[in-house]
Structures are given as C-alpha cells and as structure tokens.
C-alpha cells in the first residue's frame, strides 16, 4: 500500500488558498489510487516544540538519563516526524508565503527533522540525504506575483532543505497575485487543479 504524508502549514484555517488545493489533491488522488494509506500532520493545529537551546542539545549531547521532560518529549516527537517521513513514499506539503518565505511552523517542523544521522550525514566530506526514493509536491500561495530568483526564499529554499534530507524529486504548484489580483484567483486555481491532474496521472 502507498503511504503518503500530507504536512499543512498555512495560519488562514478555512480560508487557506493551499489547503484548498491540499483538498483537490486529495479528492483527485483518492480517485486514482484507492489503496492509500494518508498521515495528516496539520502542524498549526497541533503545534510542535521550538527547537531552542535545550531541545538542540537533547539531541546531541545530553545523555538520556538527564534529559528533562520538556526534551523527552521534544526527542519522542522529532522521532516521530522522521519515522513518519521514512514511511511515506510522497510528501505533499502546503507551503504558503509569509514574510517572503515559509510559515514558522514549517521552518520548525524542518528544524525537527534535520538530524544528523538520522535523515542527513556526512561521508567522506560529502554532506548525504538520509531520506531516499521519495518525491514531494509542494502547495504554494503568494498574495503578491512570482518574485525574482535572486529574491526567491521560498521555492528554492523549500528546495533545498529537501534535497539537504535525500528528496530530490520535488513539484512545486500554486496560486499567485491572491491579494494583488483577486479577480485572477479562479483561473489561478483551476490552472493549479489541471497541473494537480497531470501531476497524479502521471504519477
Ligand atoms: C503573515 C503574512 C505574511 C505574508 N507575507 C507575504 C509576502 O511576503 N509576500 C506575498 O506575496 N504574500 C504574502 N502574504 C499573503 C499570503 O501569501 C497569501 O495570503 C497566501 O494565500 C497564503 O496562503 P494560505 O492562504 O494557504 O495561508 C502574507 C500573508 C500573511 C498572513
């Protein structure tokens, strides 16, 4: 059975433009592809632990039989993230753009599942990705249009990071103009739901 893994991360609840494409996504793959597992990690809803001063050193130098409870439990969920991750064949992540990049809450759920060892090494000088076989789609939603590349904290860095963890193969479909060309915001989504569309036939 597949397993995908959807990761949500927009603040705007109903109103979200990504989760609206999130729900296209689905419908459309649930048609396609009956035998799927789906794990929904809604990472607004359910907030994760900060990754501050005392999570960061739970994971590489505290011993396990002084750590405190915040970093047990900070430890027992970024294991989580990653067996999760590990399991699932696609991620299909809602990134929307805040402050000219990603929500916070995405930014943490990275720093959560960045570990070396774990899902990154480093092997004779060459930095590795630990996650391999995968592929992520990506959900995206600017108020504004398309910035530049050189101005583009976004896309390319979302980029990065996966391919930083081993996920090379990575889509990237969304809306643009939301608040800058609110008439537009129809064909937008419909122009986004037949790449949805292409992406999955040819999945
Ligand atoms: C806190 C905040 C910051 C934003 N910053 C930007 C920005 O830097 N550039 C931009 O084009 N749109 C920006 N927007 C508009 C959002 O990208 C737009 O509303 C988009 O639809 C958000 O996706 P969502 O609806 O799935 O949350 C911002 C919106 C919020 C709430």
Known sequence: MKEILFIQSSINGANSQTKRILNYFERYWI??????????????KNSLPIMDEEVFSAYYSTPLTQQSEKQKKAI?????????????????????MYNLSISSQLKNYFDLIIRAGL?????????????????????TSQGGL??????????NYLRDLLNFVGIEDSTFI??????????NIELEHSNAEKKIMDFINNY
């Open 31 to 44: 048609k396609n592809h009956e035998n799927t597992s789906i794990i929904k990690r809604n990472l607004v």
């Open 76 to 96: 027992e969920i970024s294991n989580e993230l990653i067996d999760e991750i590990k399991c699932s064949e696609l991620i299909v992540m809602t990134a929307p």
């Open 119 to 139: 899902t990154f090494s480093y092997i004779n000088n060459e930095r590795v990705g630990l996650l391999k076989n995968k592929k992520a789609l990506i959900l």
């Open 146 to 155: 398309k910035y530049d590349k050189d101005m583009d904290y976004l896309n």
């Open 174 to 183: 969304g809306v643009e103009g939301v608040a800058m060309k609110p008439n």
